[in-house]
């Protein structure tokens, strides 16, 4: 779905913004962890972050050849238009120094009034980061994103940076300007956030944890405006589609138009003034831009949990002690004809798989089938995405790799981290 946004203001009409030819800084760890033109798996991981770095961050023999490419200018401009809140970003967008996004910008739990900071977008990258005591953390969306409240949840004293897209979070962290990103993965209403997925791959960064967030959505719209009076819903397209069955049930069978962010909806409505039109977003969202709640806990389903991935340079040391998850990606040249061996490497060792999903191999979508007597067919080409429960650090999660890397042309270690265990319950009102 589509942002179809009304008239927009001014600087929404600009020219969308190229990203800039940033390469991220080349730091040894990943030297080492990528040029390994051999395997050699380890009966068991050393204690060391250099011995867990070089075994675990890549195990394919040919990772080299087989890794997709960092995107040329071109196509990455193509696929990474950039948009603050859903409009179109202007190149002449002025930038926002660190030190006044450090002291603007607080914990997600900060309610006070202070204007919130502006998200970060592309053209912020190129400022030295600023280093404070403080964990920085990256997430996509305006303050009173889900992303934010994540961001929170996962470190709880951290200062929350909001980037326009999720891209600029990934390069955030590249470029130091943010500790960690925490971006959203999975909801289990709408499915999995395949951008994210993609970005995974795409970048050099670990997987080091990973946040439930219940995710209690809101009908908001500025004050004194009703139900009867509107023709449209703007949302995070994820928030739209959790929220899709109630909506009908409330009798707005009204427009629906996607957004990049919730908060940023609401943002949207209240900067202009829109009293037909309502946003998808949190109470706190309605708290910052100055909007009214005409339905509280409006998701499809009570359970309605997003799950968020931490993302940071390095990866940690998987251990032993408690309950840890592995998040592998691998391919085939054989296609999808592999997948139950793969599979079955992880089964024979009862390690439960939590996660699979499947994404186009854009280096080679297609696989050309000859026949002489059939003809010529093709088939499409996937990445497989994994998540098991066991840490690297056990030797069953070894070898099961050691065997998955039989079978697959590529393979490699997201991160393994610990399994997010705190107990959440049903949505409650206010988050
Ligand atoms: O738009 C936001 O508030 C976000 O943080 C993004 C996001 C998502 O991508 O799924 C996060 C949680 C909810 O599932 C809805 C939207």
Redesign the pocket.
């Known amino acids: 779905m589509q942002a179809l946004l009304p008239p927009s203001p001014n600087y929404l009409t600009k020219p969308a913004l190229r990203l800039p030819r940033v390469a991220p800084p080349r730091l040894a760890v990943f030297k080492c962890a990528y040029r390994s033109d051999s395997v050699h798996f380890p009966n068991s991981v050393g204690s060391s972050r250099a011995d867990w770095q070089s075994s675990c961050a890549i195990l394919a023999s040919n990772v080299v050849s087989q890794q997709p490419q960092p995107p040329s200018d071109k196509s990455r401009t193509a696929d990474h238009v950039g948009s603050v809140n859903g409009h179109k970003t202007s190149v002449d967008l002025e930038i926002v120094p660190m030190e006044k996004l450090s002291s603007s910008s607080s914990s997600p739990d900060d309610k006070s009034s202070s204007p919130p900071p502006r998200a970060l977008t592309i053209t912020d990258l190129s400022p030295a980061p600023m280093h404070g005591a403080q964990l920085r953390v990256a ?3 305006v303050p ?7 961001a929170g949840k996962a470190y709880p004293k951290c200062e929350a940076i909001p980037c326009d897209q999720f891209e600029v979070a990934f390069q955030a962290v590249e470029l130091w300007i943010a500790d960690r990103a925490v971006l ?1 993965v999975e ?1 289990s209403l ?1 499915g999995s ?1 395949h951008r ?1 997925y993609d970005l995974l791959l795409r970048h050099r960064l670990h997987i080091v944890g990973e946040v439930q ?1 219940p ?1 209690h ?1 809101c009908l908001l719209a500025l004050p004194g405006v009703r139900k009867e009076y509107l023709n449209r819903v703007i ?5 739209l589609a ?1 929220c899709e069955l109630t909506l009908t049930k409330l009798g707005l069978n009204v427009v629906r138009e996607a957004v ?6 609401a943002e949207f409505v209240a900067a202009n003034n829109l009293r037909d039109t309502a946003a998808i ?2 109470a706190r ?1 309605a708290e910052l831009y100055g909007m009214e709640i005409l339905e509280n806990g409006i998701q499809d389903d009570s359970s ?1 949990v ?1 799950r ?1 991935v931490m993302l940071a340079r390095e990866p940690i040391i998987p251990r032993t002690d408690r309950p840890f998850k592995t998040s592998i990606v691998f391919a085939h040249d054989k296609g999808t004809s592999v997948l139950f061996k793969v599979l079955s490497a992880f089964a024979f060792r009862n390690i439960s798989l939590t996660k699979i999903e499947s994404r186009p191999h854009r280096n080679r979508p297609i696989r050309l089938v000859s026949d002489s007597n059939e003809g010529t067919a093709s088939h499409f080409e996937y990445l497989f995405y994994v998540d098991f429960e066991a840490s690297m650090a056990e030797v069953r999660a070894q070898n099961a790799l050691a065997e998955v890397q039989e079978f697959t042309s590529f393979l490699r270690v997201l991160g393994s981290y610990p399994i997010d265990m705190t107990p959440w319950s049903p949505s409650r009102g206010g988050d």
């Open positions: 997430y996509q969306g009173g994103a889900y992303s934010e409240a994540a959203p909801n709408g956030i994210n967030l995710v959505h949302s995070h397209p994820q928030a959790q990049d962010d919730t908060a940023g909806a977003a949190s969202a309605n997003t968020f």
